[in-house]
């Protein structure tokens, strides 16, 4: 799932910034974009929604399994670049920290951290 994660982001922040530099070379209002139209606005709220969730969740998990005290840094990329991009880097990270941190017999996981 890790690769898989990782193929995710790289289309996510591919496509998404795709269009933005559409957006910007054609001298659009970006932000007036997102609410155009009643459909537009639709899909701004719900992406703007998600992406909120995202990043409580990459933040408080990120804490939970004591990953890194870097996964914060996700938060801001994810309006900088785009959380479609930051979330599967997120979940591949986590991902790879599970790998790391599971015990050898099947079935069974290290105990989780507990947050400082």
């Known amino acids: 799932m890790r690769l ?3 193929a995710l982001a790289v289309l996510g922040a591919a496509g998404t910034w795709f269009f933005n530099v559409r957006s910007m070379s054609a001298g659009e209002d970006y932000v007036a974009g997102w609410f155009a139209s009643a ?14 969730v995202a990043c409580l969740f990459m933040v408080l998990e990120g804490r939970r399994t004591g990953m890194s ?3 914060w840094a996700l938060v801001p990329l994810s309006f900088a670049v785009a959380v479609a991009f930051t979330f599967p880097l997120f979940l591949a990270w986590r991902e790879q920290h599970l790998r790391r941190t599971t015990t050898t017999a099947p079935g069974t996981r290290a105990p ?3 947050p400082a």
């Open 4 to 6: 898989v994660y990782l």
């Open 112 to 114: 989780e951290a507990v």
């Open 69 to 71: 005290r870097w996964v």
């Open 39 to 52: 459909a537009s606005s639709s899909a701004a709220v719900d992406v703007l929604v998600v992406a909120v």
